[in-house]
Every structure is written in structure tokens, then in C-alpha cells.
């Protein structure tokens, strides 16, 4: 029988197969070679003490033990006794498309962009030509918005679903094995499209279907049911059940169901700009030493305050990162933020935002419940016409926090440019005040982040969906459309990749037990 036990390591130790091996047989005390196999469950570190200690969970097999590796993958079908058609192939459209075929449903994937090898060419002519395509960009295309931005797998919804099924998913499909035991699991940008592309193989060998360049622009509806989906190439298509899955940037899905009078509801968000350093600094920071050394990580960080009466905190922090356009209209610009899988980039970028809530999008309550998106989109194009292009407007920080315009600006990894601007004429008094407070507060917790070698890069606005699609708790269902299953961060019930993954899986577990309902009742 194997033995689970916790390690306390140096990085040097942890890093070493052989030193963990030693550790294990002196807390056993048993010889080294009597150990057969160490499966490694968690890693973590503790970087607040004056040294820093890695913590390993541990399954450890002796000699003559089974050794047994409790991987958690679908168990997919050929045969399938119905269909779901499936609208975007994000994280949430490829676990809900695998969850139907491990439950004998045909998935039907309608993608409005394009696979993720041709989808590469448009980000490039993003960063090289300032263009974007309106359907292939950073956020639309095979595998969403996580594909080109980073690939966290940072979630907190473990009592939603099964993140481990999601983990070893992933793993099958090429992805390093670590992120299965890591506390703060990360891919990378430079690795996520070929597992895109082998779980959508994956999923076509399994029968499924996926079209590419396939925009939902009208659905039929009639008697409380979606009949059928109309795609803006003409094609009609009859459906039997449908998983909304677009993301949170397909705005027209939301312009479509306010249209057709479907139920949706303006729900808050956060807004703001990516705050960029180099990732020396963060490393000399957060591991209280002038150099990391080759045994730790690109340090990271989690800042979180109340200013003014609202949530100020950090988003999606990219070590060695980069900070990439995020904008899907010709007249916006959007910024987000990503990481290689190695992070060895010399700069290092957050989110940095500020709660958005139901009273600061009064001005446009005449757009009922698009009256958040209606406030996100003017900001974006704020931004948009203070340089006249996707070149970002910028401020360092310590003159943003002074309300001075910066004379210079330093290097920066957003490859489209930077001009520099009053982000205060960009965004609402309301963020900036907070965002002041909130950067002087982060100076304290995190002695030289309050520096003005560090830059301010607007805006960050597609933090979450501005639109909620309501559906029941139980049945996962829409409440006037029975056959329609809004799912994902698009839909307001996700917020990244593994949440969305788990959202896909239960959206189709949902729909399973309403056909299976079904077939008894008749």
C-alpha cells in the first residue's frame, strides 16, 4: 500500500530527483532503494520567510508495490443516439463537445474563426501590420481567448467540477505533466495550439463535427425551443439542443438575443489597464534577494484592495510575460496579457482593475440590458481614438499617480507601440481615483512596485462578460428557451480556462439528463 507524505524543501532540493528520494526514505527510514516510485501530487512554494521552502505532497511505492497512477479521462464513444450543436470552440465548447461524446452525443461545433494554425498568421499581422481580422484575432478562433493568452489553469472552482478530469485531459493531449500537480498550473502560449489541435482531433475521430468559419448570426425559435441556427454564410441548420459557448467578446450573440427577445441581464465586471515591470524587479521583490537564480520560478503576484469604495486588484499576472492586443473591431483597442511556457521574457504585466458596478453604466440604461456592454465598448474606443489606432495609449506610474503626463516611456513588450496619454482622459474618474489609491497601496505591500520605471498600458476591459445569459440552476437550461444551454465565461458563469472546461462538461452533463428524461417520458 503506498504512503501520501508532505515534504519541506529547499528550491535546489525540490528540484533534484535524488534529494527528494533521500528525504522520503529518512522521514521513512528505510534505504533508498527500497523505494520503488514517487508520484509527485502538489508543489507549492513559501517565499514569506527569510527562506524559501518548496512543498511537495508526495505518493510514495515501495518495492513489490502496485504502482498505480489515478488518471481521470473521458471515456469517449463512436455511437451517438442524439446531437448538440455546439457554438464556439473556446475551453468551454471542447469539454462540453468531449463531455457529449463520453454520453453517446454527436457534438456539431460551429467556430466563427479558424483553426489555430491559420489563426497564428492574423495575430502576427496584429503585432507586425496594426490589423484586425474581425473573426481571427486573439480572442476569436479554435481554443478562445486562452489559446493565444497564456493558458492559465488557475481556478478556484474545484466544488464545481472535476478539475483533475480537466488537468489530465490536457496532459493527454501533450501538455506538460506538471500542471497536474503544480499549485498554479500554466501551459503556455507557445505550446497551448498543437493540444488545441490534437483535442480537436480527438474529438472528430470520435465522430464529432467542428465547422470553421461558422458565424451564428440568427436562431428560429418557436414553441420555447431553438429549431434551428442560421449562420451567416445563408446555411440553416435544425437543432435539438444547442450549448451557447462564445465567449465573452462575441458581442454580436448578445446584440442577436437582445434582437430576438431572449433574456439576458447587464451584470458588472471590472475594468482598467495591464501594469508592466521588468521581471527582475518582481523576482528581487517577491523572493527578497537581488537575483532569482536557477532553482525558482519567474516570481509572480496577487494584490487586492478596497479604494474608494471598491475592489482594486490585480489580473491575470503574466511572469516573463507579454502584453498583447485584445481588440476584435478595427475601432478598439483592448489590451490582455500572455507567458511562453518557459516565462523567460524580461518583463513581467498584470491586469491591474477596478469594479465596474450597476450604477456607473446609468448613462446608457436606454440599451436595457446590453447598458454595461454599451459602457465597455465606449471605453475601448476611448482608448482607440487617444492614439488613433491599437497603438496603446501608456502613462508610467508614479506620474499616473501624480495626474502628469509622462515625458518619456520606457521599453515595453506590446509589440503594436505605445504613445503616451492622460489615461485619466481615457477612463472614468471613478477608476482612476481607485486605481491611485490601489497602486499607493500595492507600493506599500510590495516595497518598488510604486515605480516609475513601470508602465501603465490601457485598457484592460474584457476582464469578465459585461452579460449574463440566466439559466436554472438545476437544469442549466435558459428560462424561455428549454433546449438552450448558455455555458462558459461568454454566457457570465466561467472565468477562464479550467472554469470554462468545467462549465462545458456540466452544461452537456445537463443536457444529457433532460434527453434522458425525455426517452422515458415518451
Given at each position: 500500500m503506498s504512503t501520501i507524505l508532505?515534504?519541506?524543501l529547499t528550491p535546489k532540493e525540490a528540484s533534484e530527483a535524488t534529494s527528494i528520494r533521500e528525504a522520503v526514505a529518512q522521514i521513512l527510514q528505510l534505504p533508498v532503494n527500497s523505494i520503488a516510485h514517487i508520484e509527485l501530487l502538489r508543489k507549492s512554494m513559501d517565499a514569506r520567510g527569510r527562506n524559501i521552502i518548496i512543498n511537495l505532497k508526495v505518493e510514495v511505492f515501495l518495492e513489490g508495490e502496485e504502482i498505480k497512477r489515478n488518471t481521470d479521462l473521458f471515456k469517449l464513444q463512436k455511437q451517438h443516439e442524439s446531437t448538440c450543436h455546439i457554438i464556439g470552440l473556446g475551453p468551454a465548447g471542447i469539454y462540453a463537445a468531449f463531455q457529449c461524446l463520453e454520453q453517446g452525443i454527436k457534438p456539431i461545433i460551429f467556430e466563427r474563426g479558424k483553426p489555430v494554425n491559420e489563426r497564428i498568421h492574423d495575430i502576427a499581422a496584429i503585432n507586425k501590420q496594426r490589423l484586425i481580422h474581425p473573426e481571427s484575432n486573439y480572442c476569436y478562433g479554435e481554443g478562445g481567448a486562452g489559446t493565444?493568452?497564456?493558458?492559465?489553469?488557475?481556478?478556484?472552482?474545484?466544488?464545481?467540477?472535476?478539475?483533475?478530469?480537466?488537468?489530465?485531459?490536457?496532459?493527454?493531449?501533450?501538455?506538460?505533466?506538471?500542471?497536474?500537480?503544480?499549485?498554479?498550473?500554466?501551459?503556455?502560449?507557445?505550446?497551448l495550439p498543437k493540444i488545441i489541435a490534437r483535442m480537436r482531433q480527438t474529438i472528430l475521430d470520435h465522430g464529432g463535427e467542428i465547422y470553421f468559419g461558422k458565424k451564428l448570426s440568427d436562431i428560429i425559435v418557436k414553441d420555447g425551443q431553438i429549431k434551428t441556427l442560421v449562420c451567416e454564410d445563408g446555411s440553416e441548420h435544425p437543432c435539438e439542443q444547442v450549448i451557447l459557448a462564445t465567449g465573452h467578446s462575441a458581442r454580436d450573440i448578445f446584440y442577436l438575443?437582445?434582437?430576438?427577445?431572449?433574456?439576458i441581464e447587464a451584470k458588472p465586471f471590472a475594468l482598467g489597464v495591464r501594469i508592466e515591470h521588468s521581471q527582475e524587479l518582481i523576482d528581487s521583490i517577491q523572493y527578497n534577494k537581488p537575483e532569482r537564480g536557477k532553482y525558482l520560478p519567474p516570481a509572480s503576484y496577487k494584490l487586492v484592495t478596497q479604494a474608494c469604495g471598491r475592489g482594486v486588484f490585480s489580473f491575470c499576472m503574466c511572469p516573463g510575460g507579454v502584453i498583447a492586443s485584445a481588440s476584435t473591431g478595427q475601432n478598439e483597442t483592448v489590451v490582455n496579457g500572455w507567458s511562453s511556457s518557459a516565462r523567460n521574457g524580461p518583463y513581467s504585466n498584470s491586469g491591474l482593475v477596478v469594479e465596474v458596478k450597476p450604477q456607473n453604466w446609468q448613462t446608457y440604461a436606454s440599451a436595457g440590458s446590453l447598458a454595461a456592454l454599451k459602457f465597455q465598448e465606449e471605453i475601448e474606443k476611448r482608448a482607440f481614438n487617444a492614439?488613433?489606432?491599437?497603438?496603446?495609449?501608456?502613462?508610467?506610474?508614479?506620474?499616473?499617480?501624480?495626474?502628469?503626463?509622462?515625458?518619456?516611456?520606457?521599453?515595453?513588450?506590446?509589440?503594436?507601440?505605445i504613445t503616451s496619454r492622460d489615461l485619466s482622459e481615457i477612463l472614468p474618474s471613478f477608476i482612476t481615483e481607485s486605481m491611485r489609491d490601489g497602486l499607493v497601496e500595492f507600493g506599500r505591500k510590495m516595497k518598488g512596485?510604486?515605480?516609475?520605471?513601470?508602465?501603465?498600458?490601457?485598457?484592460?476591459?474584457r476582464t469578465s462578460s459585461p452579460v449574463r445569459i440566466p439559466r436554472d440552476k438545476e437544469t442549466l437550461q435558459h428560462p424561455q428557451i428549454s433546449n438552450l444551454y448558455p455555458c462558459g465565461e461568454g454566457a457570465g458563469y466561467a472565468g477562464g480556462i479550467v472554469s470554462a472546461a468545467i462549465d462545458g462538461m456540466r452544461c452537456a452533463e445537463a443536457l444529457q439528463i433532460r434527453s434522458s428524461e425525455k426517452s422515458t417520458q415518451a
Open positions: 508532505q515534504l519541506k493565444y493568452s497564456d493558458g492559465k489553469l488557475y481556478t478556484r472552482s474545484t466544488k464545481r467540477g472535476n478539475v483533475k478530469k480537466v488537468l489530465d485531459t490536457f496532459v493527454q493531449h501533450g501538455a506538460d505533466e506538471k500542471i497536474a500537480y503544480e499549485a498554479q498550473p500554466h501551459i503556455g502560449t507557445n505550446k438575443l437582445q434582437k430576438r427577445d431572449i433574456l492614439t488613433g489606432s491599437i497603438e496603446a495609449p501608456a502613462q508610467r506610474v508614479e506620474d499616473f499617480i501624480q495626474n502628469r503626463v509622462s515625458s518619456t516611456l520606457p521599453r515595453t513588450s506590446y509589440q503594436p507601440g512596485y510604486r515605480t516609475n520605471n513601470a508602465i501603465l498600458v490601457g485598457v484592460e476591459s
